[in-house]
Nanobody
Framework: QVQLVESGGGLVQAGGSLRLSCAASGRTFSNTAMGWFRQAPGKERELVARISSFGSPYYADSVKGRFTISRDNAKNTLYLQMNSLKPEDTAVYFC????????????WGQGTQVTVSS
């Protein structure tokens, strides 16, 4: 059974930092693109960052310079280092994986809550 399990969310004050992890099991994701998405209450889910199987990152403008996506293929784990957090970063954060040749992310975690207080 393929699973993506996020951890590391929590409550933090504005300006603080959190590191999210996404542990994959059931198969290797070393040759897939992976991404972090978030969904705030009343808003659509949005892409925060993604990383190719080769390690090339992409960031949404809203998090560029503050968030860093990385992956450890040996551990089958995806990370998101979030610095200088703002209240508007408050959301449920999801990790996802997209197999090569597919346009959609076919694997999703259950999400982890990040709350940034002002």
């Amino acid at each position: 059974q393929v699973q993506l399990v996020e951890s590391g969310g929590g409550l933090v004050q504005a300006g603080g930092s959190l590191r999210l992890s996404c542990a994959a099991s059931g198969r290797t994701f070393s040759n897939t693109a992976m991404g972090w998405f978030r969904q705030a209450p009343g808003k659509e889910r949005e892409l925060v960052a993604r990383i190719s199987s080769f390690g090339s990152p992409y960031y949404a403008d809203s998090v560029k310079g503050r968030f860093t996506i990385s992956r450890d293929n040996a551990k089958n784990t995806l990370y998101l280092q979030m610095n200088s957090l703002k209240p508007e970063d408050t959301a449920v954060y999801f990790c996802a994986a997209r197999d090569r040749g597919y346009s959609d992310y076919g694997y999703w975690g259950q999400g982890t809550q990040v709350t940034v207080s002002s």
